[in-house]
T-cell receptor, first 116, second 111 residues
Framework: DAGVIQSPRHEVTEMGQEVTLRCKPI?????LFWYRQTMMRGLELLIY????????DSGMPEDRFSAKMPNASFSTLKIQPSEPRDSAVYFC??????????????FGSGTRLTVV | LAKTTQPISMDSYEGQEVNITCSHN???????ITWYQQFPSQGPRFIIQ???TKVTNEVASLFIPADRKSSTLSLPRVSLSDTAVYYC????????????FGSGTRLQVQP
């Protein structure tokens, strides 16, 4: 398995522009998570899905952020309009429900977003 | 949310055993303890998970005392490549408690 695949790896955009980050989870995994990491705030959980349904979006900073999961193999995180304070590394992770004990989950390599 | 407390940083030398302790006083009955490792410019990587007593895999050991209010990640004979940030998470299955990362412990291994 290729693991969790995120694109793009790097994104530089101007303030006010729309940004779309993409994630392909591991096949068969039924949970998908979006995290944001900055030096100041560390790793923050933004939103997670179970079987393509958003379960907890309480970490989404504000209405400028939205996430979708149209099918089991694809998710997007959109920021519109983007602001410099959105600059961070955004990680996607996926997890299988598993049997018995809860397993850890697998992270992608992240998208480094810079808003200028 | 289950609060975990870890040392901010630790230093070690190659070949030494490193023990990182995590305090989680309000752990619940159904909670598991999970440790992750993160290298610069990479996402966190699952290392080990346990519920009680001792768990060992090819990478590390996890020691959990009977009261489960703390846990210790043990890395045998570290190398330079073990320099990373280590996170302890506490929670059951996939609730928000299990998905919250603290500040982690930055381990620096010197030659």
């Amino acid at each position: 398995d290729a693991g969790v695949i995120q694109s793009p790896r790097h994104e530089v955009t101007e303030m006010g522009q729309e940004v779309t980050l993409r994630c392909k989870p591991i096949s068969g995994h039924d949970y998908l998570f979006w995290y944001r990491q900055t030096m100041m705030r560390g790793l923050e959980l933004l939103i997670y899905f179970n079987n393509n349904v958003p379960i907890d979006d309480s970490g989404m900073p504000e209405d400028r952020f939205s996430a979708k999961m149209p099918n089991a193999s694809f998710s997007t995180l959109k920021i519109q309009p983007s602001e410099p304070r959105d600059s961070a590394v955004y990680f996607c992770a996926s997890k299988s429900e598993g049997q018995g004990t809860p397993y850890g989950y697998t992270f992608g390599s992240g998208t480094r977003l810079t808003v200028v | 949310l289950a609060k975990t407390t870890q040392p901010i940083s630790m230093d070690s030398y190659e070949g030494q055993e490193v023990n990182i302790t995590c305090s989680h006083n309000n752990i619940a009955t159904n909670d598991y303890i999970t440790w992750y490792q993160q290298f610069p410019s990479q996402g966190p990587r699952f290392i080990i998970q346990g519920y009680k007593t001792k768990v060992t895999n090819e990478v590390a050991s996890l020691f959990i005392p009977a009261d489960r209010k703390s846990s210790t990640l043990s890395l045998p004979r570290v190398s330079l490549s073990d320099t990373a940030v280590y996170y302890c998470l506490v929670g059951s299955y996939t609730g928000r408690r299990a998905l919250t990362f603290g500040s982690g412990t930055r381990l620096q291994v010197q030659p």
